[in-house]
């Protein structure tokens, strides 16, 4: 009711991901660190969930705040803003990184070359996502790779084709790494690669890369949203650098909402 204020409407929650997202963490550390945040709690479930969450309450026009992230759709579906973040909770926009695991360069130097040289943009992985939604990811990364063979050309010139060698290509579940690896595969099995891609959480993506378990991987945000995980693991990975830049991750709330910052958040 509108005697309630918007945080007694939103019962000082927050509308999470998955537990296991970088971006969950950096919530948990924003509560910690914002006044304003006091008292309020991050409810994490799952992607699904949230968008569930947010179409419902953008409907009713009732207040909501979620945690959001760019490159994604729901900044198509609805009108959405970020909240400012001056203590730079979630840092500024970053990138998307390629890491190899380490001997990756002596044991196929092939593979490492490109995923040394791959480098897109946000406008080409959205696309990839977008056809997805009409056929699927497999599909839609090998389509990208076909269509855009000149770019592909650029991070595979003057690399040997290889025969039926196995690459372990390691990513996590959200759409857009779900495009960018499945793209990846369609790049390493155009030159010869026997490709098996694995969605895990960043926890154990990370975990996976520094034990060797993984050779590589399209999929991690960097410094920030999966910070926490490089510098337990970082040692032992060898990071080839940004392959996307200026992905955004913070808090997003609806246009209609009359907060700007999350200092603005009514604790
Ligand atoms: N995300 C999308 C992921 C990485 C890509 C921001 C939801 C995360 O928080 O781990």
């Known amino acids: 009711s509108t005697d309630m204020n918007i945080g007694e409407q939103m019962e000082y929650t927050i509308t999470g991901i998955e537990p296991g997202a970088g971006l ?13 945040l006091n008292g309020w709690e991050l409810q994490d479930s799952s992607t699904a969930g949230m968008m569930t969450e947010l179409e419902q309450a953008y409907e009713n026009e009732e207040p909501i705040i979620i945690t959001g992230w760019t490159p994604h759709q729901m900044f198509e579906m609805y009108d959405l803003k970020f909240l400012e973040d001056p203590e730079l909770a979630f840092g500024e926009p970053e ?13 196929k130097p092939e593979a490492y070359a490109i995923l040394d040289n791959y480098e897109w943009t946000i406008d080409d992985m959205q696309q990839v996502v977008l056809e997805a939604q009409e056929s699927s990811y497999e599909e839609a990364g090998l389509k990208w790779v076909e269509n855009n063979q000149d770019i592909v050309s650029e991070w595979t010139e003057g690399v040997d084709q290889v025969d039926g060698e196995a690459f372990e290509l390691l990513s996590t579940p959200w759409d857009t790494e779900r495009g ?27 975990k996976a890369m520094a ?36 992905t955004v991750s913070g808090l997003v709330v609806p246009e209609y909402m009359d907060i700007d910052s999350i200092e603005d958040i009514p604790a």
């Open 24 to 36: 969950t963490g950096l919530t948990h550390d924003a509560i910690a660190e914002y006044d304003s």
């Open 95 to 107: 990138d998307i990184h390629s890491l190899a695991r380490m001997g990756l360069e002596e044991d």
């Open 211 to 246: 034990t060797g378990d993984g050779d590589g991987t399209v999929a991690p945000w960097l410094p920030v949203t999966h910070g926490a995980f490089m510098d337990e693991y970082g040692e032992d990975i060898d990071d080839l650098g940004p392959n996307i830049s200026g």
């Open 180 to 206: 960018s690896a499945h793209m990846m595969k369609a790049v390493l099995e155009q030159q010869g690669y026997d490709v098996t891609l694995t969605n895990v959480d960043p926890a154990i993506l990370f």
